[in-house]
Structure formats: C-alpha cells, structure tokens
C-alpha cells in the first residue's frame, strides 16, 4: 500500500510554517517529511529550522529526510539525505560514502529509466521519480510509465510524485511505494486521500 512522502516548501525559518506541519501532522501520518531549505540560508539558520522541525516529526516516527545538505543532515540528526536532481548528478557513491550506512539516502531521478538504474547502483536507498517539465500530460505519462515499471521490476522503492489528487490515486493504483504530493497538498490535503 503507498504511503505519503511530504515535502516542504523552501523554509528560511520555521515559525511561519510550523503551525501548518503540527496542524496537518496532528491527523496524517506519512512516512517520510522532505525539509527543504531556502537556498543561501546560512549554516547557523539552516540548523536552527532543523532544530525545530525535527523534534516534531521524530516523535511521531516519522523520517526526517534532509535536502541536498549531507554535512548538516549528520550534524543535526535527521534520519537521511535527499539529493534533488540539480544534486543528483554528483556522486552518489561519495555522498553515501560521506552519511555512511545508517542515514538513508534518496536520489532523484526525472523520469530517466537510466538514472534510476544508475542510482540504485550507486548506494541510493530510494529513487524519487518526477517530470523532467513542470507541466504537461507527456511528463505525466513519464512518470507513470517509469514508476508502474520501476515498483514491479525492481525492489528498490520508489517515491513518485503526484502534482494533483488523480494523479496521487492512480499512482497508489501502480502500488508505488511512496507517493510526493504537490505542495498544493500542504492546502487541502483531505484531497489527497488514497
């Protein structure tokens, strides 16, 4: 069965969001939370907004992954690093080499059969599967295609994203492992159920 793998908008800070992620996670569990961090954040900045979001989703089991920051992931105690596509074309190898075997690593791959074959070769713990373009029926197909392919082929698991409620359903219908909403989900998410 698919579960949710949230995402959060870029965050400088998280006294704006964090009334929204107590409220929301206060009646849906998902499996994993992605913390994005707004670009240029300094480390100081960076380390107090995971100070504050990771207390929260630990105590409710839930994985605290962290995007494209290796080094602060360690030092801050998140369950696993998240490397975007702009990151994922670093070596995945010295990234899981630098967070070692116990943080989980995830790597995003587009819609590219190849890249996800590569990642998981590479020590990827997951791949995260997403249109190449931001709109679009084809980069849809794309996903839904790589995905169905990709859960029944391989035992790797698989986080697919879904920009709306109908794509998130039809996604659960593959049995992809775990499905990412839109950010639009942070909205309404009693339209997402599965």
Known sequence: ????YLVTPPLLHADAFLPVLEQRLSHYQPAALLLRLAGGAPPA???ATIGVIRPLVQHKGIAL?????????????????????????????D????IGDDLQLGVAVGSSR????????????????????PDGAEATQA????AQWWCMMMELPAV???GTPEEARALAGNAVDFIMPDLC??????QWVL
């Open 1 to 4: 069965m698919s579960e949710f």
């Open 45 to 47: 900045a960076a380390l």
């Open 65 to 93: 992954m962290l995007e494209d920051a290796p080094d602060l992931a360690l030092q801050s105690g998140c369950d696993g690093v998240h490397l975007s596509l702009s990151q994922a074309t670093a070596s995945v190898r």
């Open 95 to 98: 990234v899981r080499r630098q």
């Open 114 to 133: 190849d890249a996800a074959m590569r990642a998981g070769e590479e020590g990827a713990d997951y791949i995260s599967i997403a249109p190449d373009a």
């Open 143 to 146: 996903v839904q295609a790589l």
């Open 160 to 162: 697919a994203h879904a």
């Open 185 to 190: 989900w942070w909205d309404d998410p009693a």
